[in-house]
């Protein structure tokens, strides 16, 4: 009876060492709603003990349900009939279990039929979930098109689509990526247009639509006709019906109990969601977002399961009389993936509550502006967490996805040929794992998206201030490997802003965002050591190993590794 | 009607004393599987054709935590029967108290139990309640095909098959566990439960805090909807020879520890004539054959 949230130690630890006080205040509007829903908390610690009881139930369904059903979602995967998506009938009985448990509307209000929960404890039920059954988050993990409509949407509008969706009785699709405008979604095609009375109709193709065939779906379209850029692309929402027409969907490397559609809009009806012209610049953007910390998630529930198949194989398989697990080098790379395992999560929840803090303190600050109350401070502090969240969003979803990748690697591995095969759930997670670092933009596209931030040294006082701070034992010795991985980083971005070449910064941002997710990481490790002494050996393996990786990254900027691309079209031959 | 039992399906090494009793203290209680699916049954009838389902189960004030398990499912009351007196009851004495808080609790259509309980396996409880209410009893029961008026159709599992009977209500079923998956928790109702207490539970709060009073927790946690009814032997106003230990024919003999292991052994080599030599020993023994 494995319960995927009870039985993961590091989860736990990670739950019970977490301040979401700030976040909860606000999101409870200062339990406003405590008289009014018996299910709504009465304070802090009340909403605490509320996500672990619905924690456990999604951390029961997951262990217990969703991943005794997994290896037969992959292997049969959805089928496509008639014009028809159907899913595969694990992902249905898990759908309906989600359903009946009332997981599927964790985060939107209550009024809506939600449980007003954080996106930093929705993140922890995608990676609960994820563990289990990677391909299932996808739907599951769909939670933020409810989030988009009560953010951007009218009144009517969220009464209309938050409920379907809140109950789970509808399910939902993005459309945003087109055959030609997968990265670069200016290029979408797909045309949105009015008719005399107003009526928004769309029309057009889209294509790689995860859930394509879920019953709401958020549209981003031309609204205004013969723009080519992003300005000119609104975002939209529509039902499914007969003029929405599934052509087909993919047969894909992995995650295969989630459908992916291409989709055919016959002059669908619609409605516009928000301003017309903000679709890509503003609410996908924020779309994407939420998405990426959905995958980040989904990639660390990948991982975990990874490890563990790795860490149970190991300890089982005898080769030269001894468990494998006892030979040095495969220990160290259970070592290895155990550390990146624990540092990706100790990242990925500062990400999420700093994510939370941002949205929780914009919705705040329009309830302060409606009661006409003084909103000052929030101001202040929004701006903070919108630049922090800005920053860390991408950097998560790069750390993690590509983690993700190598873990479930290392973990066939030491499975050996067994693990190529099919009977094993390594070679699952290996496929699953695969997607991660693709879509909702690729690794690339997150470095692209986290360097600013990177060269603005948005995180210096919290660095500098860290710098001055004692630790025990020897993670003061671990804090000073922290500031010469900041000297050296500081040295590199001078080496490379100095330069000042577009076209060298572009290929050096890895190195550097590398390095600036070190120092992060590696002070949110020295405090968890401080508080729990195991805690030590996973501080002490990532920052060494990151002062290696920093002066690695040192030489390649400062060698001029990069000079060559200017030779590319000689060396490609 | 439901039942908190040890956990005997994950038993450790500590959970047998060395004089063969059970140490409770080691094992476990959780919701008898054949229960909550009787449950689930239940509420599948309520999701059905409307309802009200109410939840009564005998035990320790500790019950009370499976009656909570089942205000998260989704039953609309539940009621704990408990009393020093009732303890060490067999299943005669049981389905005595049960049958009078039943009566005292009102008017009924339809009662569900499971089939057994996994610690004392006898399955009597249900059909002697039953008789003690004198109402119909369909046991075995695996699916709820129909109900209009005041019949219900139920298909119950026979040894070759099943057959399908119809009933005139009232009527008691006992389910087996293949009659549906329990549903999960629902999360607004465990987050709107979990406080949930029994009297027993109360009385216990009040007796580690001298701040508090019993009658002002129990007013409170009723005005928040909050108080789990609790019947004791006094409220059911019934006759004490007739319960627990005192009201049990059925008293226990002896109680041995078995401890079982291998002794001699064979090896037999896995060629046609070991094969052979073995069946023939398996067919000798009356192993089968």
Redesign the interface.
């Given at each position: 009876m494995p319960n995927f949230f009870t039985d993961n130690a590091d989860l736990q630890f990670q739950f019970d060492n977490m301040d979401l006080q700030e976040i909860i205040t606000l999101i409870e509007d200062n339990f406003s709603e405590t008289d009014v829903y018996n299910y709504a908390p009465a304070d802090c610690d009340d909403a605490m003990d509320n996500y672990r009881k619905v924690l456990e139930i999604a951390g029961d369904i997951a262990g217990n349900f969703i991943a005794l059903r997994a290896a037969e979602v992959d292997e049969k995967g959805s089928t496509f009939a008639d014009g028809k998506v159907r899913y595969a009938q694990g992902i249905s009985e898990a759908l309906d279990r989600l359903e009946k448990a009332e997981l599927l509307g964790l985060t939107l209000p209550r009024k809506y039929g939600g449980l007003n929960f954080p996106t930093t404890i929705y993140t922890m039920a995608i990676e609960i979930i994820s563990r289990a059954d990677a391909s299932l988050m996808n739907i599951f993990g769909l939670q933020d098109i409810g989030e988009t409509i009560l953010k951007y949407g009218t009144d009517e509008q969220r009464d209309e689509f938050l409920p379907k969706l809140a109950s789970g009785h509808h399910t939902g699709a993005m459309a945003l990526t087109e055959p030609d405008a997968g990265s670069d979604l200016q290029a979408v095609k797909l045309q949105a247009y009015q008719d005399d009375d107003g009526n928004w109709f769309l029309h057009g193709v889209k294509r790689f639509i995860t859930n394509g065939n879920g019953d709401i779906l958020l549209v981003l379209a031309r609204s205004e006709a013969g723009t080519k850029d992003g300005r000119g692309l609104s975002m939209f929402v529509c039902y499914a019906g007969d003029r929405l027409r599934i052509r087909r969907i993919e047969n894909k490397l992995g995650i295969h109990g989630s459908p992916t559609c291409e989709l055919h809009f016959d002059n669908v009806p619609a409605q516009l969601v928000g301003k017309r012209k903000f679709g890509l610049i503003k609410y996908v953007m924020d779309l994407m977002n939420g998405a990426r910390m959905g995958v980040s998630a989904q990639a660390q529930g990948i991982s975990q399961a990874a490890y563990e198949e790795a860490l149970k194989y190991a300890r089982a398989r005898e080769q030269f009389g001894q468990p494998i697990a006892d030979i040095p080098v495969v220990t160290n790379m259970l070592i290895n993936m155990r550390v990146m395992l624990e540092s990706n999560r100790s990242l990925l929840y500062a990400t999420a509550r700093w994510v939370d803090l941002r949205d929780k303190l914009e919705e705040s600050i329009k309830r302060l502006k409606e009661r006409k109350q003084p909103f000052a401070e929030e101001v202040t502090r929004l701006k903070e967490a919108t630049r922090i969240a800005a920053l860390l969003t991408p950097m998560t979803k790069y750390t993690l996805t590509e983690a993700a990748n190598k873990i479930t690697y290392d973990a066939l591995q030491i499975h050996g040929g067994t693990g190529y095969m099919k009977e094993f759930n390594i070679e699952r997670h290996v496929r699953d794992a695969r997607i991660t670092n693709i879509y909702e933009g690729t690794s690339q596209l997150q470095i692209v998206a986290a360097i600013g931030g990177v060269i603005n040294d948005i995180l210096k006082d919290s660095f500098e201030k860290k710098e001055t701070q004692n630790y025990k034992g020897i993670l003061q010795k671990l804090a000073g490997h922290l500031a010469e991985i900041r000297e050296i980083f500081l040295e590199c971005r001078k080496y490379v802003t100095d330069k000042n070449d577009q076209y060298f910064q572009d290929v050096a941002a890895r190195e550097l965002v590398e390095m600036y997710s070190f120092l992060f990481v590696g002070y949110l490790l020295l405090d968890e050591a401080q508080v729990n002494n195991r805690k030590a050996f996973i501080a002490n393996r990532y920052i060494v190993n990151a002062l290696a990786h920093t002066r690695k990254n040192a030489e390649s900027i400062r060698n001029e590794q990069y000079a060559d691309l200017l030779h590319a079209g000689e060396i490609l031959i | 009607m439901v039942k908190q039992v040890p956990d005997t399906a994950?038993i450790s090494g500590q959970v047998m004393k060395a004089d063969g009793t059970v140490n409770r203290a080691k094992l476990p209680a959780i919701f008898n599987p054949e229960d909550k699916v009787a449950l689930e049954l239940a509420l599948q009838v309520k999701d059905r054709f409307g309802g009200k389902v109410t939840v009564i189960t005998m035990g320790p004030p500790k019950a009370t935590d499976i009656l909570r398990e089942c205000l998260y499912m989704g039953a609309d009351e539940a009621a704990l029967i408990s009393d020093r007196k009732f303890a060490g009851a067999d299943t005669l004495a049981t389905s005595f108290v049960l049958s009078e808080a039943i009566k005292k609790i009102g008017k009924f259509d339809l009662i569900f139990s499971g089939r057994q309980a996994i610690d004392g396996d006898t399955a009597q409880v249900g059909p002697q309640t039953a008789e003690k209410l004198q109402v119909a009893q369909v046991t075995y029961a695996e699916e709820i095909v129909s109900a209009k008026g005041d019949k219900i159709t139920i298909r119950r599992k026979v040894d070759e098959g099943y057959e399908i009977l119809e009933a005139t209500l009232p009527v008691l079923i006992t389910v087996i566990k293949e009659a549906g998956e329990p549903?999960?928790?629902?999360?607004?109702?465990?987050?709107?439960y979990?406080n949930a207490r029994s009297l027993l539970e109360l009385e216990k709060m009040a007796d580690s805090n001298s701040l508090l009073s019993v009658d002002r927790l129990k007013e409170d946690y009723l005005s928040?909807?909050l108080f789990i009814s609790t019947y004791t032997l006094d409220e059911l106003n019934i006759d004490p020879g007739r319960c627990g230990l005192a009201g049990s024919p059925t008293k226990v003999h002896k109680v041995a520890s078995v401890k079982l292991g291998g002794g001699e052994h064979e090896s037999i080599e896995p060629t046609k004539d070991g094969l052979r030599s073995l069946i023939g020993k398996l067919a000798a023994d009356h192993i089968f054959g």
């Open positions: - | 994950n549903r999960p928790f629902k999360a607004k109702r465990v987050m709107a979990k928040k909807a």
